[in-house]
């Protein structure tokens, strides 16, 4: 495994060149991560076909984090994202780790779950006794549609019948559980729980009694917790030394460890420390075409599954060894949604060397981890604020409409100085009144 010193000093060619020897992204496709112009015109079509009243499309940039390693393989990382600071902050981490072993991630299962809410106004003794059969006529009216995923190693693997009574009148659930092989599954799930509830409905109307099961709705669910991925890392304590050089590794795991510790017992500061995680896996997310709005919803539900909101790591120091830890429910995928149609998500796959939906997940949690670990590991010696405006200075510049001679003589200026707004604006207003 090699580690690579100094990328953000490379040229944007360099840059493609190294990915290209590094990752399954060719030449070509590299040209088109190249390309900064308006899209072709079949990636143009695409574009507009994906979404509604379509007036244009709206860029974001993308950087990678190198040196990610996991499960002892190296990957260079597509983050999209605005905000500065965040690639730079997960490459400082991802190498720190990978000199240290890298990244350990294993998945505990790719189960994922969908409903179909009823009401029913009969004795519940009979639906829990008619349940048995009702399940099997559900099952063999799902057969067909199931068939393409059932051969993908997919399909419905539970159907359960939940009592919600005591909670709503008359309310229950059919509580569906999927595997979606390498697709989050969004539409597959909810294409068989409208299946389902028609045939619920169906059987319900041929019954000729006066009770009657309503539909109420049917549709995913966005909490999967079993879904879920661990990924952590681990080294001996004395290790620690390299992050900082202003605080012995001993302070650095107790004072790291204390930080933790208060996201598991404070929201103010747990939803800040996920936040943080968050930086990295939705960067990944969006590079990869994913839905990162169902996986940020179900990561804080289950942030609070114990009846309080907490930090989604865990933090083990002992005398010889640091083992910092996250563990997440991530459905996404790589194949289905515009995984395969995006025209730089098919490179950002190509870059990531073609994973398979495990391997997202495994590499979206270590990213995470990265951010989390890099924000945290700043917060308890220098503070963020001096790296984050380092690499905030070139927005600020911007927004001021500097000139190049303008820009080189503020990145000179501010390289061993404190950057904030009012100073960068005074420098400028300095330097345009000749002072
Ligand atoms: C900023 O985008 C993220 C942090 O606030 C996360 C944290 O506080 O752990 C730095």
Redesign the pocket.
């Given at each position: 495994m090699t580690i690579i010193s100094g990328f953000s000093k490379f040229s944007h060619k360099q840059r493609l060149a190294f990915l290209v020897a590094h990752s399954d992204l060719n030449d070509q496709q590299a040209l088109r991560l190249n390309d900064f112009s308006a899209p072709k015109e079949d990636q143009q079509r695409l574009l507009g076909e994906m979404v509604e009243n379509y007036i244009g499309n709206f860029p974001l940039p993308m950087g990678v984090v190198t040196n990610m390693v996991i499960n002892d393989e190296s990957y260079s990382v597509p983050f999209v994202t605005e905000?500065s600071s965040?690639i730079a902050a997960a490459s400082k981490a991802a190498k720190f780790w990978a000199e240290r072993g890298g990244f350990h991630a294993q998945i505990e299962s790719i189960t994922k779950k969908g409903q179909v809410h009823f009401s029913w106004n009969g004795n519940p003794e009979i639906i829990h006794e008619l349940f048995p059969e009702i399940k099997r006529i559900l099952t063999d009216s799902t057969l067909e549609i199931t068939d393409k995923m059932r051969k993908r190693g997919g399909g419905i693997t539970d159907i359960q019948l939940l009592d919600k009574t005591n909670e709503l009148p008359c309310y229950y659930q059919i509580d569906l559980s999927f595997e979606t092989a390498n697709a989050m599954g969004a539409n597959f799930i909810n294409t068989c729980l409208e299946k389902i509830a028609s045939v619920l409905q169906n059987l319900s109307e041929l019954n000729n009694e006066e009770t009657k099961v309503e539909i109420i709705m049917s549709i995913l669910s966005n909490y999967n917790p079993d879904c879920r991925v661990i990924c952590w890392v681990e080294c001996p304590v004395e290790k620690l030394s390299g992050w900082n050089k202003n605080l012995s590794y001993n302070s650095f795991a107790a004072k790291f460890k204390q930080s933790v510790d208060i996201a598991n017992l404070d929201i103010s500061r747990a939803v800040?420390?996920n936040?943080?995680i968050f930086?990295g896996i939705d960067a990944v997310l969006l590079a990869t075409g994913n839905d990162y709005r169902a996986t940020a919803a179900g990561a804080h539900a289950y942030a609070s599954r114990r009846g309080k909101y907490k930090g989604l790591t865990t933090v083990i120091v002992t005398e010889q060894t640091f083992r910092y830890e996250l563990e997440i429910p991530l459905a996404i995928g790589t194949v289905g949604g515009i995984t395969q149609i995006h025209p730089t998500v098919k490179n950002v796959m190509a870059i990531l060397k073609y994973p398979d939906a495990k391997k997202l997940m495994m590499i979206a949690a270590a990213s995470g981890l990265a951010?989390?670990f890099a924000?945290?590991a700043?917060?308890i010696s220098t503070g963020?604020q001096t790296g984050?405006m380092k690499m905030h200075l070139s927005n600020i510049l911007n927004q001021l409409v500097t000139t190049d001679t303008e820009r080189e003589l503020a990145n000179t200026y501010f390289s061993d100085k404190t950057v904030s707004n009012s100073a960068v604006n005074d420098f400028i207003l300095s330097l345009r009144s000749g002072i």
């Open positions: 905000e965040v800040t420390h936040k943080g930086n951010n989390n924000a945290i700043s917060l963020i984050h």
